[in-house]
């Protein structure tokens, strides 16, 4: 089965950091374009973070670049969200998707609250 699970995240006040992690199974994610993409409440979806293949190109939303980081850990099957200096308006739940050509996979998601 294929399956995307998001772990990470929490409640941080603002300033501070957190990293979220993606783990694939059923999938090589090292294979796959990877991309995080958040929903802030009562909002719609807003595209976050995007790890490219092939040769690994990463893309940023504009209010994120520069503060946010996407990697991949390829030993452990996982791509992770390295987030900094966060804001309020970072606070929504985060879902990780794996894209290849016409599938899409999405996680479940994991909420961040960044408090003022």
């Known amino acids: 089965e294929v399956q995307l699970v998001e772990s990470g995240g929490g409640l941080v006040q603002a300033g501070g950091s957190l990293t979220l992690s993606c783990a694939a199974s059923?999938?090589?994610?090292?294979?796959?374009?990877m991309h995080w993409v958040r929903q802030a409440p009562g909002k719609g979806l807003e595209w976050v973070a995007m790890?490219?293949?092939?040769?690994?190109?990463?893309e940023y939303a504009d209010s994120v670049a520069g503060r946010f980081f996407i990697l991949r850990q390829n030993a452990e099957n996982t791509v992770d969200l390295q987030m900094n200096s966060l804001k309020p308006e970072d606070t929504g739940v985060y879902y990780c998707?794996?894209?290849?050509?016409?599938?899409?996979?999405w996680g479940q998601g994991t909420q961040v609250t960044v408090s003022s």
């Open positions: 059923g999938f090589t994610c090292s294979s796959y374009s």
């Open positions: 790890i490219a293949v092939p040769g690994g190109r990463t």
């Open positions: 998707q794996a894209t290849k050509l016409r599938q899409v996979t």
